[in-house]
């Protein structure tokens, strides 16, 4: 029954590791997104997408590549992991802007 | 210097008092959002706003948009209030939330 759901909750990876996360909701919201949280609690938008075309593509390095297969998934994929991409990863949706609904978070650390 | 401005960075409360967090922003919005994120990590959306005042429970949220500032307001805090409360601007004619780096709510027993 969860609304936004993002899988694994905890992942721990080595350095130069390639890493997905994904997310899925399943409240018919037509806009997806992806925000990092770093260590000091700061959200920032990384990506969105809606109706699985993307619209917001901040300055995000291009070893981050979202994939969207429908509207209701938004997938993170990470090549060559850095020790500074350890951060907590929200997935969210939203209804055109509105109701925005939040994941429960990916915690990735990079060792 | 961040868009979206809270203050205070860090609040501790007795149980019961009523307590007021704030949010000032420098850019032309659509809509405010307030979220509480509890220790654990998951995010919770309290408020959107674009006008006026809104109330849930103990929970009310103003904003006064020629000001350009919002308010969080708790009325009789209660331990389980301690969260990070973040303000975020849904940036008008963008698709993107700009947040504020958060009010750490401590409140005690």
């Known amino acids: 029954d969860t609304a936004v759901s993002q899988t694994p909750k905890y992942l721990v990876t080595q350095m130069g590791n390639d890493k997905s996360i994904k997310c899925e909701q399943n409240l018919g919201h037509d806009t997806m997104y992806w925000y990092k949280q770093d260590s000091k609690k700061f959200l920032k938008i990384m990506f969105s997408y809606n109706n699985k075309e993307l619209i917001i593509n901040e300055t995000v390095p291009n070893r981050f590549s979202p994939k969207s297969p429908d509207k209701a998934h938004l997938n993170l994929h990470i090549n060559s992991l850095e020790l500074g991409d350890s951060a907590v990863y929200f997935c969210?949706?939203?209804?055109?802007?509105?109701?925005?609904?939040f994941g429960s978070g990916t915690r990735l650390t990079v060792v | 210097k961040n868009e979206v401005e809270q203050s205070p960075q860090n609040l501790t409360a007795q149980e019961g008092e009523f307590i007021t967090i704030n949010c000032s922003y420098s850019v032309g919005i659509s809509a405010l959002h307030w979220l509480q994120q509890h220790p654990g990590g998951g995010i919770v959306s309290l408020f959107m706003?674009?006008?006026g005042k809104k109330k849930h429970g103990r929970l009310i949220a103003t904003i006064n948009i020629q000001e350009k500032h919002s308010s969080l307001h708790i009325t009789a805090s209660h331990p389980r209030d301690s969260a990070v409360y973040i303000c975020a601007v849904l940036i008008a004619n963008g698709n993107k939330l700009v947040f504020g780096a958060g009010t750490i709510l401590r409140v005690k027993s």
């Open positions: 706003l674009s006008s």
């Open positions: 969210a949706s939203s209804l055109s802007n509105y109701g925005y609904t």
